[in-house]
């Protein structure tokens, strides 16, 4: 094989490092960002310096540049709390509109199979959130049985607060004959009066 020299390398191995992005993927972008002109080479490397002050809110679990977490201080006095695993669900919920509750990401779901058990997740830090003014807390995790494993956990830790979890079924335009048993079981268990 070709050694295409130290610099390729250490720069395949680092955007190798993101999340989709592996060893042949970035071979390809290495090049395609070798190309590219300096103002946008410029405008790539500007954007990426904020990364040093970005960090995980030990209260919400959310991405913070600051001390003052914009979740945090948007969910001040709420009714109701959503649990996601990751930041990223956050923002999925908020395009989809659900903007007046307390967010909370706990880092990740129970998952023995990863070696990831309750202690890993931000669960403690929940819990110290919620208190009896809650009415609803929306686990907001997708199916599964890791999602299931922590919606366990939250619940013997939230014995007294009312959990709901999000409806689970067949996604629009779904085709029934192409949907597993379970799948259209929880379609069935979850349908809704139509009006």
Request: negative net charge; aromatic residues 4%.
């Amino acid at each position: 094989m070709i050694s295409q020299g130290e610099t390729f390398e250490s720069l395949v191995r680092a955007l190798s490092l993101l999340p989709g992005i592996g060893i042949r993927t970035a071979q390809r972008l290495v090049p395609a960002m070798v190309r590219w002109d300096d103002e946008k080479r410029t405008a790539f490397l500007d954007g990426l310096s904020p990364l040093r002050d970005l960090t995980i809110c030990r209260q919400c679990g959310f991405l913070t540049d600051d001390s003052d977490c914009r979740i945090c201080q948007d969910g001040m006095g709420a009714t109701r709390f959503a649990i996601v695993s990751h930041p990223q669900d956050v923002l999925a919920l908020e395009a989809a509109g659900l903007t007046d509750v307390a967010f909370h990401c706990l880092g990740g779901l129970v998952s023995p199979g990863k070696g990831q058990d309750e202690d890993a997740l931000l669960l403690d830090a929940l819990v110290q959130r919620i208190d009896e003014n809650i009415q609803e807390v929306i686990l907001a995790f997708g199916p599964g049985l890791e999602a299931d494993l922590t919606t366990d956990a939250i619940s013997r830790r939230l014995p007294q607060t009312p959990l709901t979890r999000l409806a689970t079924g067949l996604p629009v335009g779904a085709d029934l004959s192409h949907s597993d048993v379970l799948t259209i079981r929880r379609s069935l268990e979850g349908r809704t009066k139509y009006e």
